[in-house]
């Protein structure tokens, strides 16, 4: 595992995850992670973020959210855009519309990190971290 990448781990722990439909899932703790976490509950597609542990062994508990009696993940995708190896960068003229408006793309500005919509509404740019829909 490449321990330098822990947006791709979280996002991969979400989706794998989803897919095998638990209730929570566990992601290390790091600023960018409970940031990201934050993002995704204030837009609703995660249903809480708690933690456990300390120190360096400090874990996010991440509830997931499902739809309908068949359990439907709120999230369809979760997309890295920004790598450590090409980081994607926008101002906020031309930051990405996910979907249309549907997904959101989390961004991270030099206010923190927050959603595009966000990001466009402050006049911000930044990184591109990744697409939720």
């Known amino acids: 595992m490449a321990a330098n990448d822990t947006i791709a781990d979280m996002l991969t722990r979400i989706r794998n995850a989803n897919m095998a439909r638990h209730q929570v899932t566990h992601v290390p703790a790091t600023k960018v992670t409970r940031n990201i976490a934050k993002v995704l509950q204030s837009e609703g597609f995660i249903a809480e973020v708690g ?31 920004s790598k450590p190896g090409l980081r994607v960068y926008a101002n906020h003229k031309e930051l990405p519309r996910v979907l249309g408006g549907i997904g959101i793309a ?17 006049g911000l740019g930044g990184e591109i971290l990744c697409y939720v829909w």
């Open 106 to 122: 989390i961004i991270s500005t030099s206010s923190g990190i927050m959603t595009d919509r966000e990001a466009r509404r402050q």
């Open 51 to 81: 933690e456990e542990g300390e120190g360096i062994k400090c874990n996010l508990t991440i509830a997931l959210k499902y739809k309908g009696k068949n359990r439907q993940p709120l999230i369809n995708a979760l997309k890295r855009i």
